[in-house]
């Protein structure tokens, strides 16, 4: 159990850095397609291909949950689902132009929104829209989706298998119904298990995700929820700390008074048992809130040190670039970043004038690169080296004279150019990576920025 007081100490805003720099701290504030086009049509590779990972943003949902930091379209119209992969399949074709390489697509994850609200068979439509533009066919990759247990039906796991699906992340939350009616996401844990255990008899491998923190959350009822989970064996589970950011997100998260929300030290608490359990359940601790059994490939990436970390999350691809598709996505092409416009409509219009809809983004300087690599490697591995560059000496060692009170306190160890998170120091690991970033030297930051740290 952690102390209260480093528990006072860190429990900071602070990033969450699925990309360094943080989107906040953006620089190119009026990216446009033209710029983009360029900075796509530099990428130096050393084959006539290269390897991507492609997230597709599917942001409808028939009802908000009050939780969620997503972007998001609320509607119950199904007739707006063709014209939107229209669209998505237009915007990738115009990607197909403007990258100077034959894309080799590594992993394709969609994500919402909410996926399956989707009919199957214009998720069909799209997956093998995407390929018939590579190479005519799905070349074997990961393929994943997000689901709600709420909307995925046989025929979504049927067909979705078919055209190469294997792997399925439902949204579960909490099964406690106070929390469930709090959020606006009711499903009960005989819906969840009816769904799961059909997913695992079509042949897929499923995660479920889990959030610590909601409205009216409690140490037994949360409880209760892990014991369930538990249940299921789901072979991987995220367990995301809710971030509330009602100044951001506007009146989503507005559904409930911040007294209802657990208080810092009773939301460690709800975490810290919650990972108690999973690890006696036989679950391996993978990075910052991820949790996956011993014969998951997440696992095993993890203990080899090949895990890496996108704006997908954790994953077992190496990738050197992501593109995003769809209204609000982010491409990652390493030296840069973008992202598409976050309105739907405005969104489609661009995309049936010829425009990749990109409104904003980042190019990153040579520093920049430096930090971020350190950043990805303890995000993912818990620790990282300075390299032996002359260039970065003075900044590397302003981070080491950062990090000492960390190093004090327990949770950071330095041996020569190394620095390692300690056990103790692994919950704080968003603390840790602050230390190495550049945009947070300031005393001006704004803190409403991000959500905090525990």
Not at 17 to 29: A, G, I, N
Not at 84 to 91: A, C
Not at 174 to 194: G, L, M, N, P, T
Request: net charge neutral; hydrophobic share 35%.
């Amino acid at each position: 159990m952690i102390d209260k007081e480093t528990i006072e100490k860190y429990n900071v805003p602070g990033p969450r850095y699925t990309s360094y720099p943080t989107v906040p701290f953006w620089k190119e504030k009026n990216l446009n397609f033209h710029h983009w086009s360029r900075l796509l049509g530099a990428i130096q590779t050393t084959n006539n291909h290269t390897d991507i990972s492609l997230y597709i943003h599917l942001p409808f949902c028939e009802s908000l949950c009050t939780f969620c930091g997503c972007h998001k379209y609320i509607t119950k119209n199904h007739n707006k689902e063709s014209a939107y992969i229209d669209s998505v399949l237009k915007e990738w074709k115009l990607y197909q132009e403007h990258l100077p390489f034959s894309p080799k697509i590594k992993e394709l994850h969609l994500g919402g929104g909410t996926p399956t609200f989707f009919h199957p068979n214009e998720i069909k439509r799209l997956v093998e829209g995407i390929f018939s533009m590579v190479n005519g066919k799905i070349e074997p990759c990961e393929l994943s989706f997000e689901a709600h247990p709420g909307t995925t039906s046989d025929e979504h796991l049927s067909i979705l298998h078919q055209i190469g699906f294997r792997r399925v992340s439902f949204g579960i939350q909490d099964y406690d119904e106070k929390v469930q009616h709090a959020i606006h996401r009711i499903q009960s844990f005989q819906e969840v298990a009816a769904i799961h255990q059909k997913a695992i008899k079509n042949g897929y491998t499923v995660n479920h995700d889990l959030v610590y923190g909601l409205p009216f959350q409690t140490l037994n009822g949360f409880k209760n929820t892990i014991n369930k989970t538990i249940r299921l064996r789901p072979s991987r589970i995220a367990l995301y700390s809710y971030a509330h950011v009602p100044w951001i997100k506007g009146t989503g998260q507005r559904g409930y008074d911040d007294n209802d929300l657990p208080k810092d030290l009773e939301k460690r608490a709800i975490y810290e048992m919650a990972f108690s359990m999973l690890l006696e359940a036989g679950y391996i601790s993978i990075g910052m809130d991820h949790f996956a059994l011993p014969d998951d490939a997440l696992s095993k990436a993890f203990v080899n040190g090949t895990m890496s970390r996108n704006f997908m999350g954790y994953t077992t691809q190496s990738t050197p670039y992501m593109i995003g598709l769809g209204m609000s996505a982010i491409s990652d092409i390493w030296g840069a970043f973008a992202q598409n416009d976050k309105n739907i409509t405005s969104y489609q219009k661009q995309i049936d004038n010829g425009i990749i809809p990109v409104f904003r983004g980042h190019i990153l300087s040579e520093l920049e690169l430096e930090i971020r690599q350190y950043i990805q490697d303890l995000m993912c591995n818990f620790e990282t080296t300075f390299r032996n560059d002359s260039n970065f000496q003075v900044i590397h060692q302003e981070i080491k004279e950062k990090l000492q009170g960390l190093i004090t306190d327990g949770l950071v160890e330095i041996s020569e150019d190394k620095v390692k998170s300690t056990t103790k120091g692994r919950p704080f690991i968003r603390n840790i990576c602050m230390a190495f970033d550049q945009d947070l030297k300031s005393e001006i930051v704004n803190t409403n920025l991000f959500s905090k740290t525990i």
